[in-house]
């Protein structure tokens, strides 16, 4: 059996709804901040009583010449020391572009990239060492340090005492070199140049060669490349390899598709790549970075 509420209770309750509909009023009218730029999104329908009403700072905005600079300067603010200029590549293209170009290019061309693989400056010396054996003592110009090798021709448990001695060797140059370690140059930590570290690298290994009895044969070396692996729509492969070159050249490419040959589509990847490479060199980077020394562990 239903009770019929009493009188009072129901003017307690209306008093109460009318006191938090008043609040809420008032509330809502206040200061809230209003977002720091307008949404380009719309958003309509979807249930939503009110569109206009969301203060939605999760999607895209645009924002003015005042607020742009805003965000500049607290940018500027938040670094520690003089900031850089930017500009677009002086040539036209960078090879530090090539990971981006081929994401943009792959697409264009229906290929998926598969792989790529930065391969670093590599210095090589073929040599002949005190005991009459062919070996190959190189060093890996990587971005952020460098790693020697010894390889010999015909491997074996009789050349490995020689190997390690000779590696010791090598070691003990490089750690010896600023260039390759500690206290770095800029052009360093971008890529080993083969008229710079290159010709220093090669100095090194003949050096050790030379100290340790043997006799250098003969010497190269190859710059930093990427090599990227594709697949195209009929699961068939593609490659695209790309070597950096001394400016103004500043890097060259080799296109391959197909299981046999198919130098139409080889052509339209490098085509598109080299497309896509300009587009990118268009847009503004820094164009300096400082040292960066490093300890000796």
């Given at each position: 059996m239903l009770r019929r509420?009493?009188?009072?209770?129901?003017?307690?309750?209306?008093?109460?709804?009318?006191?938090?509909?008043?609040?809420?009023?008032?509330?809502?009218?206040?200061?809230d901040p209003q977002p720091a730029a307008a949404s380009n999104e719309d958003f309509t329908g979807s249930g939503l009583e009110s569109a206009s009403s969301i203060d939605d700072r999760w999607a895209s905005v645009v924002l003015d010449g005042a607020q742009r600079q805003e965000v500049r300067d607290a940018l500027r603010g938040a670094v520690s020391g003089k900031t850089v200029p930017l500009r677009a590549a002086p040539f036209g293209i960078r090879f530090e572009d090539v990971p981006r170009a081929i994401l943009i290019a792959a697409p264009a061309v229906e290929m998926a990239v598969m792989k790529q693989?930065?391969?670093?400056?590599?210095?090589?010396?073929?040599?002949?060492?005190?005991?009459?054996?062919?070996?190959?003592?190189?060093?890996?110009?990587?971005?952020?340090?460098?790693?020697?090798?010894?390889?010999?021709l015909v491997p074996g448990d009789d050349v490995a005492g020689s190997a390690s001695r000779m590696l010791d060797a090598i070691n003990g140059l490089l750690w010896s070199h600023d260039t390759f370690f500690a206290g770095s140059t800029t052009h360093r930590r971008t890529s080993a140049r083969a008229e710079v570290e290159g010709v220093q690298a090669l100095g090194i290994l003949k050096t050790a060669v030379e100290d340790a009895g043997g006799t250098p044969l003969s010497s190269a070396f190859e710059p930093e490349k990427y090599e990227i692996d594709?697949?195209?729509?009929?699961?068939?492969s593609a490659r695209l390899e790309?070597?950096?070159?001394?400016?103004?050249?500043?890097?060259?490419w080799t296109a391959e598709a197909g299981t046999f040959p198919l130098p139409e589509k080889a052509s339209s990847l490098g085509s598109a790549f080299e497309k896509a490479l300009r587009e990118w060199g268009r847009t503004p980077t820094p164009t300096e970075t400082g040292d960066v020394a490093t300890e000796k562990n």
């Amino acid at each position: 059996m239903l009770r019929r509420t009493p009188r009072h209770l129901l003017l307690r309750s209306a008093a109460g709804i009318l006191a938090i509909a008043i609040a809420s009023a008032i509330g809502g009218c206040g200061a809230d901040p209003q977002p720091a730029a307008a949404s380009n999104e719309d958003f309509t329908g979807s249930g939503l009583e009110s569109a206009s009403s969301i203060d939605d700072r999760w999607a895209s905005v645009v924002l003015d010449g005042a607020q742009r600079q805003e965000v500049r300067d607290a940018l500027r603010g938040a670094v520690s020391g003089k900031t850089v200029p930017l500009r677009a590549a002086p040539f036209g293209i960078r090879f530090e572009d090539v990971p981006r170009a081929i994401l943009i290019a792959a697409p264009a061309v229906e290929m998926a990239v598969m792989k790529q693989t930065l391969i670093p400056a590599v210095a090589s010396v073929t040599f002949r060492d005190a005991f009459g054996q062919e070996a190959v003592a190189s060093i890996d110009l990587g971005r952020m340090t460098a790693l020697s090798k010894v390889r010999y021709l015909v491997p074996g448990d009789d050349v490995a005492g020689s190997a390690s001695r000779m590696l010791d060797a090598i070691n003990g140059l490089l750690w010896s070199h600023d260039t390759f370690f500690a206290g770095s140059t800029t052009h360093r930590r971008t890529s080993a140049r083969a008229e710079v570290e290159g010709v220093q690298a090669l100095g090194i290994l003949k050096t050790a060669v030379e100290d340790a009895g043997g006799t250098p044969l003969s010497s190269a070396f190859e710059p930093e490349k990427y090599e990227i692996d594709l697949l195209m729509l009929d699961d068939q492969s593609a490659r695209l390899e790309v070597r950096r070159e001394p400016d103004p050249r500043v890097l060259s490419w080799t296109a391959e598709a197909g299981t046999f040959p198919l130098p139409e589509k080889a052509s339209s990847l490098g085509s598109a790549f080299e497309k896509a490479l300009r587009e990118w060199g268009r847009t503004p980077t820094p164009t300096e970075t400082g040292d960066v020394a490093t300890e000796k562990n």
